[in-house]
């Protein structure tokens, strides 16, 4: 039988997400599918699992990303698909704010600020916090409720934050969330 794979979804995928977290994966020794970038990402479902399953180690950073379409797009639709698939198994998911001119919201277990705080309260594409406790709105986080991931993470806009996320300072947000959900889903305990 063979062995699941163990991902982090995270839900952005343009160019500033991909430079934050292909840094991300080396400095967790993990691996990143690059592949999975891009505003909409242009790999489907099926192909994306056997890109995870040719991964050289867990774990393994998967972008998706919706490109600000409304309801189950492109990117949530992958995203279903990968979650659901008996080879996987979610760590966690980095869900990134978004500011989309009708934002969907989903329930986030923590969020780290922009600096890098960890607070109830959602926070905005800036990671700055907002006054909702337990959610964030973005534009890839329509399905991310009935997945049901061991944590979801909330952040801003990835390699962005106002620079605080910036990649010339290392993405520390991001990193951060990533560094969590490995924490808390018990993966490090394991490995």
Not at 39 to 58: F, H, M, T
Request: proline letters at 3%.
């Amino acid at each position: 039988m063979e062995q699941k794979r163990n991902i982090i979804m995270i839900t952005d995928g343009d160019e500033y997400a991909k430079r934050a977290v292909e840094h991300a994966a080396k400095e967790i020794g993990g691996r990143c599918i690059s592949a999975s970038y891009g505003n909409p990402a242009k790999v489907d479902g099926p192909e994306l699992v056997r890109l995870i399953k040719s991964a050289a180690n867990d774990p393994v950073l998967v972008m998706f990303d919706d490109s600000g379409l409304v309801g189950e797009g492109a990117g949530e639709t992958t995203m279903r698909y990968v979650a659901n698939h008996k080879d996987i198994n979610i760590l966690g998911i980095v869900a990134v704010a978004s500011k989309t001119r009708q934002a969907e919201w989903t329930k986030v277990d923590i969020c780290i600020d922009r600096e890098g705080n960890l607070t109830e309260r959602g926070v905005d594409k800036f990671g700055i916090p907002e006054m909702d406790i337990g959610r964030i709105n973005g534009d890839t986080v329509y399905c991310i409720d009935s997945i049901h991931a061991p944590i979801v993470v909330g952040i801003g806009d990835i390699g962005k934050m106002g620079k605080f996320d910036d990649i010339k300072i290392g993405s520390p947000i991001t990193l951060s969330a990533i560094k969590l959900i490995l924490e808390r889903s018990g993966y490090l305990d394991r490995n």
